[in-house]
């Protein structure tokens, strides 16, 4: 039985073009984990209404943050692949849920070597239905139909593990270590607040009213909210912060349904007038730079405290490819690499 290692992130349209955004819209939002409606209502939703205007303002904001070698999303995947790929001795590919390299591509690279077992390594730290779920469900739907003679073993959400706190942490101290700053604030991507009750393993413990996240709970192990406090708090212990010198927020939301909050473009806002002059701001649901981070919180964040009174702005830079990060991933890789049976480890 011969190993390897899928790191499995979200996507990115193939290139600015209207027409690869609205091709890459098209795949991510019909996708039933991320616009869970009956698939007539998502239809009539995404290519009925979102398709018609989205990719215009998409592909402008792409744009702007687009480097030569492509997509920062893609581009960063494969420079930490290739990190990785140096620390440890079997093969590791990449794959994107949505767009190119496609998951069924990654496998078949990793087929082609010989691998029969592949440690899937979604690079999300917090688990969401929109994100670690639907890559689990698409690649055992591929394996089952395409690739009968491989197994995997998917390494849990590591949304406080040491390794992982201790990495975005230092990643967090050496980006301030020159600047000025009076509050962090931890911005997470959203999801609607039904995706938090559906993902509710118990079917009655999350109640998304600001107490069931800290109460212990078997819910938890599913719970994206619960999982991103969890990040927070844990890295404002490994730093020292002291109560109100940051906060967690959410970003990105869709549509008009509620979804989780506070909103980071509102807290931007509320934070400048009540004069928090110094903000930074760090992505912790993100491993790899993109559009929500470059775009969203680098420019669009950023204007919008300055324009309303703060005076310093520094975006936090994902982990991308830090080499810290890269030994953290390679030595989960080598642990696993090392059982003789595939056991999920970390
Ligand atoms: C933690 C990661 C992410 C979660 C959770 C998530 C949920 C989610 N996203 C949308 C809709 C969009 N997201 C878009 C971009 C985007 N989303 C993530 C990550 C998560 N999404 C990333 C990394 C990116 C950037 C990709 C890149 O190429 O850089 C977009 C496209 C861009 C845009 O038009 O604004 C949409 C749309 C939903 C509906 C959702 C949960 C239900
Ligand atoms: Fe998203």
Known sequence: MKKGVLLVNLGSPDSTEVKDVKRYLDQFLMDERVIDVPYLVRAFIVRGIILRTRPKKSAEAYKRIW????????????????KVQQLVDIPVSIAMRYGNPSLEAGMRELASQGVTEILLVPLYPQFAMATTETILVLAEKLRSTKFPNIRFTEIPAFYSHPDYVRVLSESIKEALQEKDWNHILFSYHGVPERHIKKSDITKSHCKIDGQCCQSSSPAHQYCYRHQCYETTKQVAEYLGLKEGTYSTSFQSRLGRDPWLQPYTDQTIENMA?????????????????????????????????LENGGSEFHLIPCL????????????????????????THV
């Open 67 to 82: 480097w030569e070698e492509g997509s920062p999303l893609i581009v960063l995947t494969e420079r930490l692949q290739k």
């Open 273 to 305: 007038h009540q004069g928090v002059n110094k903000l930074a701001v760090v992505t912790p649901a993100f491993v790899s730079d993109c559009l929500e981070t470059l775009e969203e919180i680098g420019m669009e964040g950023k204007d919008e405290f």
């Open 320 to 343: 991308n490819d830090r080499n810290d990060w890269a030994q953290v991933l390679s030595r989960w890789v080598s642990e696993w690499a090392a059982e003789p049976e595939s056991v």
